[in-house]
């Protein structure tokens, strides 16, 4: 295998420190959080859950990796005092801790970091500042013992509440600020009035939870302290791992340069130190490794990544591996240095071999080529229309008077669009089944589903579909059509599987209600809670989720976000998944000419033979089929002008017409071309205007000129030389007779 290009390192810093989201070692590592608190963060007010604080906030950390984990130990009621450790013993007139919900519980589960949000319970129940403060003071030294940070959040406003209450939830506002400076989370600014109550805007209904919009608030400031940056500990020495690795451009038949991308972390110290890659490349057809090498220089920081590109030839049939290797000598940490392997396998190449057709003027021609591995064939009149002017290995043109040439094209694979649609890969609930809507944007072909499934075995996936949308029809199992069902084998719980039912058409504007269900009662499949509809577009395709629904056709739980894929089909694609370029064919008129020459003139006792010529293989003299060469004499021909007409046939069947006019004349004797030589000089010959007529001997001499037709057109008797003008004569070939007492000769003369 040839490698087109050297890596191209493309090192772009992708980590600005202390942004969760952006901070690729995070999603190399899980983190478990743990919220201690009361009733907002148990997640009363809110219209549904997943528009709690702590649900979304679990939701981005899952984004960042699915493994991370938030357990949630609030619940309604819930004061400092309940959240203290087991050994604590509370004062007069105070609550015991509770040993399932406090600190104690969360060190327990190994939590990484805490999150306190107590609201105004506290408050409520006239526990003072210094109380509290001492409460969040302990329970932080508590988890600190332990390792673990905790963040708390201040308190929240209450409508109505006591000028005694409001001092105590200002004082701890306070307090919590300045105790806890960077890990205090304000839930209190901006939803707070300045008369220390709720803002309308922000209130459940009660006056003292708080509604969605809130909760939207609370979770952008909990997510923007950015916990886990804050957690997250670089290793020790150096601990450069491989990343994402992934073919940018992948090609049914290769590509003469196949990109490979990958990503480098660093998970340890910073480490400036030049950081080596070892790429290896194998062809299962020529059974070559190729391996080579490139450098990333000046390391990285710690939590920097760099993304690397190279490319390779896979153009043609093979299978291939490929995988990158890290080869840093400090590196203490060698099982991630490793890429995934990118094992694939590559088809073919259409090929044309073009197969031209040589016609007669204004015949049709008929064009083909050869072709191997080749699903398709277009042509085209041109080499950059789009539109093809036929299909198939033959072509038919309509007739022509020119050579022309025409344009194949092999294409193999599908001639469309593939395309998918993603919802998620968030799920908080695993159900036996979904109903969906569908809503073509364009016409398209639904072609496979990708669903997430939770349970371990053989099962089997029940499709159902609705022409419109399923809503109301939920419960009504006469509405819908049996489409198929298509068995998997799960071998993980939660992976993604593919499963089919047959294409289905939707015309532009079509909404299709889809219910998948698992034939199995006790199997399940995952989606995600949703406030509402939940909608994802491409050009061509919206999916709307949609509907929890029990087997079979059973209970409503609206809203639900399904975790699947839709693929589909759409359009014309001309190039399918790989062609062979556009091959020339031509189209060739063969315009064959034949020339007997100019109109000439022999005497009687002379004889000429024409020539045909080679390029021809079919000769017809006057009529009558014959040879290449044919001969005239006046034996055969007699005194007098005559016509001679040659009809040729070539290779292709194409013909070609030519005269000749021939006179057999008794005029001008017989001709001494000798005598003329050794007594005259004769020039220019060919002429345009005159000739010269050169006396060698200075004797007397008679000259005359004749036409073809035997027609004297100049006579003089001279001594000397002489010029002779045919200036105006018409072309062609006259005869010079030259007399002298001794003798005479012939001179044949053209004029041009």
């Known amino acids: 295998m040839r490698i087109i290009l050297s890596a191209i390192l493309l090192l772009i810093a992708s980590f600005i420190f202390g942004q969760d989201d952006q901070n690729p070692c995070l999603a190399n590592q899980d983190f478990h959080i743990v919220i201690l608190g009361s009733s907002t963060a148990a997640g009363t007010g809110p219209s549904s859950v997943d528009s709690t604080w702590v649900n979304r906030y679990r939701k981005s950390l899952q984004e960042i990796n699915p493994n991370n984990l938030v357990t949630n130990l ?86 109505p509440f006591g000028a005694t209450q409001d001092a105590i939830q200002l ?313 198929e069902v298509d068995s998997v084998e799960v071998l993980a719980s939660g992976n993604f599987h593919n499963v089919s039912f047959g294409n289905k058409v939707l015309e532009q504007g079509d909404t299709l209600g889809v219910y998948f269900h698992l034939q199995n009662g006790g199997a399940r499949l995952s989606y995600n809670d949703a406030t509402d509809w939940v909608s994802r577009s491409t050009d061509e395709l919206e999916i709307r989720s949609g509907s929890g629904i029990t087997h079979t056709f059973g209970i409503i739980y609206f809203a639900r976000d399904w975790n699947g894929e839709v693929f589909y089909h759409h359009g014309f694609n001309p190039e399918g998944d790989c062609s062979s370029g556009r091959v020339e064919v031509s189209a060739i008129v063969s315009e064959p000419i034949i020339d007997l020459g100019n109109d000439t003139m022999i005497v009687s006792n002379q004889n000429i033979s024409l020539d045909g010529s080679t390029d021809f293989t079919q000769f017809i003299w006057n009529g009558v089929e014959g040879g290449q060469s044919y001969n005239i004499d006046s034996t055969t021909f007699g005194i007098g002008t005559h016509e001679i007409i040659l009809e040729a046939f070539n290779e292709f069947g194409c013909a070609a017409f030519d005269t000749i006019q021939i006179t057999i004349s008794e005029y001008v004797g017989v001709s001494n071309e000798q005598f003329v030589k050794n007594n005259f000089e004769v020039y220019p010959n060919p002429t345009h205007d005159f000739f010269w007529v050169k006396n060698l001997n200075s004797s007397r001499v008679k000259i005359l000129l004749y036409d073809l037709f035997g027609k004297k057109v100049f006579e003089k008797e001279i001594v000397g030389d002489i010029e002779v003008s045919v200036k105006g004569f018409p072309k062609g070939v006259y005869f010079l007779k030259l007399k002298t007492k001794d003798g005479w000769g012939v001179q044949r003369i053209v004029v041009e």
């Open 74 to 159: 609030a619940i309604g009621g819930t004061t400092t005092y309940h959240i203290m450790p087991d050994w604590f013993a509370a004062p007069p007139n105070r609550p015991a801790s509770n040993p399932n919900n406090n600190v104690s519980q969360a060190v327990a589960l190994g939590a990484d970091a805490i999150i306190v949000n107590m609201p105004s319970n506290d408050a409520s129940n006239f526990y003072g500042i210094d109380e509290q403060m001492f409460n969040f003071q302990m329970i932080s030294a508590v988890a600190d013992s332990a390792d673990i940070p905790v963040w708390v959040c201040t308190p929240q406003p209450k409508t």
């Open 171 to 483: 004082g701890v506002r306070d307090s919590v600020f300045f105790t806890f400076g960077n890990m205090a989370l304000d839930f209190w600014n901006g939803i707070a009035l300045p008369s220390n109550d709720i803002d309308p805007m922000f209130d459940s209904g009660d006056g003292t939870h708080l509604n969605d919009a809130a909760h939207a608030v609370l979770f952008g400031r909990a997510r923007d302290k950015n916990i886990l940056s804050e957690i997250f500990q670089p290793a020790l020495g150096t601990d450069f791992a491989m990343g994402n690795y992934e073919m940018i451009n992948p090609q049914l038949c290769g590509d003469l340069a196949t990109i490979i991308q990958g990503e480098i972390i660093n998970l340890a110290e910073d480490d400036f130190s030049d950081i080596y890659i070892v790429h290896d490349i194998y062809n299962s057809s020529t059974t070559i490794q190729t391996t080579f090498y490139d450098t990333i220089f000046g390391g990285l920081s710690a939590c920097e990544s760099a993304t690397f590109q190279f490319s390779a030839n896979t153009f043609g049939a093979a299978n291939y591996s490929i995988l990158s290797a890290l080869n840093t000598p400090n590196d203490l940490i060698l099982w991630n240095n490793i890429s995934t392997v990118l094992n694939f396998t590559t088809s073919a190449a259409p090929s044309l071999t073009p197969q031209n057709d040589t016609i007669c003027k204004d015949e049709m021609t008929f064009l083909s080529v050869d072709f191997e591995n080749t699903d398709t064939i277009f042509w085209f009149e041109n080499l950059t229309d789009l539109i093809p002017i036929g299909n198939g290995n033959t072509l038919m043109t309509s007739a022509t008077n020119v050579s022309q040439t025409y344009f194949a094209e092999g294409i193999s694979g599908d001639l469309f669009y593939k395309e998918s649609l993603f919802t998620t890969n968030i799920s908080n609930k695993n159900w036996n089944g979904v109903m969906i809507n569908l809503v073509a944007h364009e016409t398209l072909t639904l072609d496979s589903f990708s669903l997430k499934l939770e349970d371990i075995g053989s099962q089997g996936v029940v499709a159902y579909f609705k022409n419109g949308s399923y809503e109301g029809f939920e419960n009504d199992a006469t509405a819908w059509t049996f489409w």
